[in-house]
């Protein structure tokens, strides 16, 4: 049996296609049961619900063989136990800093200020300021990180930027990317020695599915006006 962890919304989402590309179609849909463990059209093929924080967790001690998770959380997470094999190109998003609007974010880093930063993402926030050789203050939040610069928590976010809508809602500015964010395939290295022929196999069926979708993006991309 291979066990599948993934989180619910957008990476469960957009790993269906592929999963469907590779035979595999979970036998319900995730928001309509509160059941946790869902069979699929594969008798050999369980997806176990987790949150997305806990994907690696799983995949990492064996509670899964793999999963998918956004590169945020598994550099997070710090990837220990974990073979990467693919991108799969899918939850596109950055990670950036943002600001409130009237907040001058190129004075405070020029005068060396200390920053105060709420995130979730600690450890990527704090190698990117110490490679800027900018002074902060973690503070670790676990949601509504737009909050915090409109509250006086803190002078600056980091946080996962998609459409940019909610920063705008809430009067912050995108003043720095720092990476681009996608959702990986994850595998257990012992599960990957242990039953090698079929988690290759399916890794091999996801990579084909992840090419196909991206040729198949090609030929609109080439009628998009060039990026100024
Ligand atoms: C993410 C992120 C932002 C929002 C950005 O939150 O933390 O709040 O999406 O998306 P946008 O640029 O398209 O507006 P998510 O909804 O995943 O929930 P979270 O607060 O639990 O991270």
Redesign the pocket.
């Known amino acids: 049996m291979i066990t599948f962890a993934l989180s619910k919304?957008?990476i469960f989402d957009e790993t269906l296609p592929l999963l469907a590309a590779a035979g595999i179609v979970p036998s319900e849909d995730p928001e309509r049961s509160r059941k946790l463990i869902i069979g699929t059209s594969r008798p050999d093929v369980r997806i176990v619900l987790v949150r997305a924080t806990d994907v690696p967790t799983y995949v990492q001690h064996g509670g899964a063989d793999l999963g998918v998770v956004g590169r945020d959380t598994l550099i997070e997470h710090g990837g220990q136990g974990l073979v990467q094999p693919l991108d799969l190109q899918i939850a596109r998003?950055r990670m950036s800093v943002a600001v409130r609007s009237d907040f001058d974010y190129a004075a405070a880093v020029r005068r060396g200020s200390r920053l105060a930063v709420a995130t979730?993402y600690t450890s990527c926030a704090r190698e990117h300021f110490a490679a800027k050789g900018v002074h902060v203050d973690l503070i670790k939040l676990?949601?509504?990180?737009?909050l915090a610069p409109l509250t006086g928590l803190a002078d600056a976010i980091v946080?996962?930027?998609?459409?940019?809508?909610?920063?705008?809602?809430n009067h912050l500015v995108e003043v720095e990317q720092i990476l681009s964010i996608s959702a990986r395939l994850v595998v257990n290295r012992a599960a990957l020695r242990l039953q090698h022929a079929r988690l290759r196999s399916l890794i091999e069926q996801l990579e084909v599915a992840v090419q196909q979708r991206t040729q198949a993006a090609e030929p609109l991309r080439a009628t998009l006006p060039a990026a100024p």
């Not at 946080?159 to 705008?168: A, E, F, I, M, R």
């Open positions: 919304g957008r998003c979730k676990y949601g509504s990180m737009e946080d996962l930027v998609s459409t940019g809508n909610t920063l705008k809602a």
